[in-house]
């Protein structure tokens, strides 16, 4: 495993989210939802596809807050433009289990 500086951790700003609204994406290579994400003032809304879908419906999803790196840049995905890199754990099947918060926390609280 190749090891980071703490310089190099603290240049990316991962910050916590409300899900505000989760849509299919039948236009994506793999299963993914399009995800609006609420990341308070200071950030705003971003949008973000999420290869979630073997574990989350759409509207299970809505409320839900997440972590996610929001200093990548803006990637296209087919016709949908990724603002932001939502966090989650591969499981041995594959599928992804979403980083979350286990309290309520501010919209764009970051990690440290």
Not at 9 to 24: L, N, V, Y
Not at 46 to 57: E, F, G, N, V
Request: charged share 20%; with cysteine.
């Amino acid at each position: 495993m190749d090891t980071i500086s703490w310089d190099d951790f603290q240049k990316i700003d991962i910050r916590a989210g409300t899900i505000i609204d989760a849509q299919p994406f039948p236009e994506a290579r793999r299963p993914a939802y399009k995800l609006t994400i609420d990341f308070g003032p200071e950030i705003g809304i971003r949008k973000s596809s999420a290869q979630i879908t073997d574990l989350y419906q759409p509207e299970t999803l809505i409320g839900k807050q997440v972590l996610a790196v929001v200093n990548f840049p803006r990637k296209q995905i087919g016709p949908f433009m990724s603002e932001c890199l939502v966090t989650g754990l591969h499981q041995p099947d594959g599928s992804v289990v979403l980083a979350t918060t286990d309290q309520p926390l501010a919209n764009g609280a970051k990690l440290a």
